[in-house]
Structures are given as structure tokens and as C-alpha cells.
Nanobody, 130 residues
């Protein structure tokens, strides 16, 4: 059974930083993309960042220059370093991974599309106070 477990969320003041972690189990994701999405109250889940199997990175315009995604293939984990956090970053952050089909890279898939990802974590709350 595949599991993605997020950690690292919390309450932080505007301008602060948090580092989210996502540990995967039940499958090795070294050849697949992993990413982060977020969902604020009353809004749809949106793309935040993704990293391909060969470490290409992708970011939503709203987080470019502030967030950094990375992965550790040995630990089967992905991370999101979030700096200069703003109240509009408040949301539940979800870890996602592809793997039920061929790699996104080979399929010329869209890293920003939710339906490209086959596995999801339960989410971790990030709250940024002004």
C-alpha cells in the first residue's frame, strides 16, 4: 500500500519560513515526479511545485523565488522549503506522486495538473499570520 505522509506544517508569522517534508512508502518513486499542491478554504486545490525524476523543478508563479522543492531518492522523500511566507500562502499542503502510469517526462505530461498524480497524502496545515 502506497502512503505519502506530510509533516512540517504549522503557524508562522508573515515573512517567516517553514520546511515541509513528505515521506513515501510502499513504492519507490525515484523514477517518477513528486510535487506539492495546496488548497485554501473555499478554493480549489492548486499546483505549487513539482520535481521530476531527473531533478527538473517547476513552480507556480505565486511561489517562484520564495519556495524551493527538493528530493532525496534514498529516503524516498520530497521537501518544500518555504521562505518569505505571506498570509495568502495559508492552506492545506498536499504531497503528490505519480507512478501508476509511465513517467510524466516520457508522456510529456503537465506537471501542474492534478490528474497527472496518482498518489496523495492527507495534507498538512500551513497558517501564516499577518
Amino acid at each position: 500500500q502506497v502512503r505519502l505522509v506530510e509533516s512540517g506544517g504549522g503557524l508562522v508569522q508573515a515573512g517567516g519560513s517553514l520546511r515541509l517534508s513528505c515521506a513515501a512508502s510502499g513504492r519507490i518513486f525515484s523514477h517518477y515526479a513528486m510535487g506539492w499542491f495546496r488548497q485554501a478554504p473555499g478554493k480549489e486545490r492548486e499546483f505549487v511545485s513539482a520535481i521530476s525524476w531527473n531533478a527538473s523543478t517547476y513552480y507556480a508563479d505565486s511561489v517562484k523565488g520564495r519556495f524551493t522543492i527538493s528530493r532525496d531518492k534514498v529516503k524516498n522523500s520530497v521537501y518544500l522549503q518555504m521562505n518569505s511566507l505571506q498570509p495568502e500562502d495559508t492552506a492545506v499542503y498536499y504531497c503528490a506522486a505519480e507512478g501508476a502510469r509511465g513517467p510524466l517526462t516520457d508522456r510529456n505530461g503537465n506537471y501542474q495538473a492534478r490528474n497527472e498524480y496518482d498518489y496523495w497524502g492527507q495534507g498538512t496545515q500551513v497558517t501564516v499570520s499577518s
